[in-house]
């Protein structure tokens, strides 16, 4: 046989037996080389990715939420406002109501009293002060027909 084909026999042989151990040998560092290669290049792109678009995007969701929480709650608040401040003014004019009305009926029973006190004791100065003193308006004011026993503030309170 032939030298040179010979040495390629032989080489084929030793490089058939030695390539699946170079392989095994080489195959977890070159695995991990490429896996730390392809990790890393996949975390900047995420990181990149991020920082471009989705961070950006979920801010102003945030943003536009957060405005139209405030708009729903002003407006609420508004509307809680305008609600009670009606309630108040209803409760106060019923109440504005109820003491003219009481008023009113004190001032025919203190005229009804003053009117029976004047036929009584025509002196009385309360009752015969002039048109310019403290009771004029009363004066000019009707007493409602009332028996003469009653007595002022009784059943008013």
């Not at 030298?3 to 095994?24: D, Y």
């Not at 019923?94 to 003053?114: E, H």
Request: net charge positive.
């Amino acid at each position: 046989m032939d030298l040179p084909a010979m040495f390629e026999k032989s080489l084929k042989k030793e490089i058939a037996a030695v390539g699946p151990a170079v392989a095994r040998a080489i195959s977890p560092t070159l695995e991990k080389s490429i896996s730390s290669a392809i990790t890393e290049s996949f975390q900047d792109a995420l990181r990149s990715s991020l920082e471009t678009y989705v961070i950006p995007a979920f801010e102003m969701s945030c943003k536009s939420m957060f405005e139209q929480i405030d708009a729903t709650f002003q407006k609420g608040i508004r509307e809680h406002t305008t609600t009670a401040q009606q309630q108040v003014e209803k409760s106060h004019s019923s109440v504005v109501a109820a003491l003219q009305w009481r008023i009113g009926k004190w001032q025919r029973k203190l005229l009804a009293m003053a009117a029976a006190g004047a036929n009584t004791s025509a002196g009385n100065p309360l009752v015969t002060q002039s048109s310019n003193g403290p009771l004029a308006h009363l004066h000019k004011m009707q007493p409602e027909s009332h028996g003469s026993n009653e007595r002022v503030g009784k059943n008013d309170s």
